[in-house]
């Protein structure tokens, strides 16, 4: 599987200084004078999730999907696994190999399934960011991610998920002005990628008979308080339209064909609240500021004392 910065080999975690109650972390190669807040960089984006008709974004087994999809963008954007929600690191398998022992060794999902469900670091990518450093050593991003759940059925084991994700409306800081996160190394998508808007993710997530949660998971915080992921855990994950680069396959027992990858995407691309022209028009530079919509659904905030 040809994979590109958005997903690939996972990195070490990163060193951090504690001001309050509040975590500043350093990503490699950032100045010791500029700590990073990362709340503070995420302040002007958000999450927007919807789902098709039957699935309930604030419960059942669309809350950790809703978790680990927010933790893994968030992780990748401020390139510290520290900024992942309560229970990520428990719930999600490291990144392996794809080698022929992970082929024939028995697993739960296909082994190109298990490359990318943490997020790449920047100290795997140092090349890149040394010669644009001025540009990730920000880590501020703004304006808004869609999501919206395509499919999420029961498959013995647990449950498939299909999400689509719109990064159209997504910037960070680039100089006197903001840049869309489409045309920026790593996001850009794979070289043959026709709609590199858009991106479709297939999430497999472990059983969890009886899970309930103590409340409707929901609300005005932008991330949840408390770990949401328990019981259920991620049993692996393909954030990046893995089959994009293979166009001449026509599928195993291991994968869908190219072609049920490719009427999903349309699907991903119909679903998004904007065509692909008006999905153009907006993913370009701007000198004002992007605003970010609410977060939807959001999540409950801290419960009272």
Not at 35 to 48: E, T, Y
Not at 174 to 198: A, C, F, M, N
Request: proline share 9%.
């Amino acid at each position: 599987m040809i994979r590109t910065v958005f997903g690939g080999a996972a990195a070490a975690l990163l060193a951090a200084a504690l001001v309050g109650s509040v975590p500043l972390w350093r990503t490699p190669g950032q100045l010791p004078d500029t700590p990073l807040d990362w709340r503070a960089n995420l302040a002007d984006f958000q999450f927007r999730w919807t789902a098709e008709p039957g699935i309930d974004l604030a419960s059942g087994p669309a809350v950790p999907l809703r978790a680990y999809v927010e933790s893994w963008r968030v992780v990748l954007m401020e390139s510290n696994m520290g900024a992942a929600y309560p229970g990520f690191e428990a719930a999600v398998p490291e990144n392996q190999e794809l080698t022929y022992e992970n082929f024939i060794q028995p697993r739960e999902v296909p082994p190109y399934m298990l490359t990318s469900t943490r997020p790449t670091l920047d100290e795997s990518y140092g090349d890149i960011y040394r010669s644009d450093q001025q540009r990730y050593t920000s880590k501020r991003f703004y304006g808004n991610e869609l999501l919206h759940i395509q499919s999420l059925k029961k498959v013995p084991g647990g449950w498939q998920a299909y999400v689509c994700d719109g990064l159209y409306k997504m910037f960070r800081d680039d100089g006197d002005r903001y840049s869309p996160v489409t045309t920026l190394p790593g996001w850009e998508g794979q070289p043959s990628e026709p709609l590199k808007d858009i991106r479709l993710w297939h999430v497999e997530i472990s059983d969890a008979e009886g899970a309930v949660t103590a409340r409707d998971q929901e609300g005005d915080a932008s991330q949840p308080a408390q770990n949401v992921f328990t019981p259920w855990r991620i049993r692996g994950a393909d954030p990046d339209s893995g089959w994009e680069s293979h166009p001449d396959l026509a599928g195993s027992d291991h994968s869908e064909s190219f072609s049920e990858f490719g009427r999903r995407r349309q699907q991903c691309s119909d679903s998004m609240p904007d065509g692909p022209d008006a999905r153009k028009a907006k993913a370009q530079w701007t000198v004002t500021k992007p605003k970010a919509e609410k977060a939807i659904p959001g999540w409950p905030g801290l419960p009272s004392m």
